[in-house]
Structure formats: C-alpha cells, structure tokens
C-alpha cells in the first residue's frame, strides 16, 4: 500500500472525509475535500459547491502505481449533500453512467456530435440533458411499455408534424409536467 501517505493530507480539514475499503478486490483509499466555489469560477452553471477527490488503489498483483485526483462540482447546496454524501455518491458513480449517460450517447447522440464551438457546445449540451430528463419522466408515465423508451418519447414529441414537441416549448403551463 505505497503512495497512501500523500494520499492522506497532514493535519485537520474540517470539510474533508476519507475512507479505506476493499473496492473490486481491490484496495482504495480515498480523501475528499470539499471547497467552495461559484458558478462563474468554474464555467459551469448551478454549481453550489466543489471537491478535490484523491484516491490511491493498490491490490496484490499490482503496487499501486500513484494517486490520482479529480474535482467534483454539485448543485447541492451543501445543507442538502455534506461531503460524506458526496464521496458516497461518487462511489455511486457507475449507477449514473449506466443509465443517464447511456441514454445521452445512444439515443441522443452524444458521442457522434460534431460541435466545436465552446458556447455552442454546452448549449446543446444542457438541452439534450433537459430532453433526456422530460423523456425519462414521459418514460415512467408511459402506459404502453413498448414505447416506453428514449426513441418512443422521440416518436411522440416528433407526432403531427412535431406538434407535440413545439406544444411543449410554446405552452405555459404543460399539463403532463409536476406542477
């Protein structure tokens, strides 16, 4: 287990969580610590606040080869997720990978967009997060099952000359959205 000394920051963080576990018969160390930061610092919208993670895996067939680290943003504010939560959520990770992303890869093609432009880039790139999102609460309302995916909610807004679609955008209050 080299490398979990830098792992590990000398001295107290009051905003900082660490855990030591057994992960794919692997061991991982991990240390979380939580910063704040503003939307405008970090070019990203809605963000409340921000992490730096640092983890170390180490197993019996291969030393641990260093520490990586990567930074976390969040909506939440941090009354609603506190950094325990955070670093169990990261964890969780593959959860949202399996599902949400794969949706915007594959249904909304993602992965094939050509986009260079920065701007142009991360508008589409909340609206098809919007969509994705309208398209899995359309999915769990849905009473046909076998339309019940990304391309039927497609094929529904896309009805009568996108109609439905152009309804949803125009209207004030859309009757099949929570109130």
């Known amino acids: 287990m080299q490398g979990w000394s830098a792992l590990f920051p ?3 963080h009051p905003q900082a969580a660490q855990t030591c576990e057994l992960n794919r018969s692997r061991w991982e160390a991990r240390c979380l610590i939580a910063f704040d930061t ?6 990203f919208p809605f963000v409340e606040q921000g992490a730096r993670l640092t983890r170390c895996i180490d197993n019996d067939r291969l030393p641990a080869k260093g520490v990586e680290t990567e930074y976390l943003i969040t909506s939440c504010a941090p009354e609603r997720m506190d950094f325990h939560h955070m ?20 249904g909304a093609g993602e992965d094939r967009s050509r986009v260079r432009n920065r701007v142009s880039a991360l508008n ?26 990304l391309s039927g909610f497609y094929d529904f ?3 009568s000359n996108a109609k439905k679609a152009f ?8 009757s099949w959205l929570p109130k």
């Not at 503003?38 to 070019?43: E, H, M, P, S």
Request: glycine fraction near 6%; hydrophobic fraction near 40%; include cysteine.
């Open 167 to 174: 309804s949803l955008v125009t209207v004030c209050n859309p």
């Open 157 to 159: 807004m896309s009805a």
């Open 124 to 149: 589409l790139g909340m609206i098809r997060r919007a969509v994705v999102s309208l398209a899995a609460y359309w999915i769990k309302r849905c009473r046909n099952k076998r339309q019940a995916t």
């Open 87 to 106: 670093l169990q959520t990261d964890r969780n990770h593959w959860g949202i990978e399996g599902r949400f992303h794969s949706r915007l890869d594959v």
């Open 10 to 12: 000398p001295g107290p």
């Open 38 to 43: 503003t939307a405008t610092a970090v070019d």
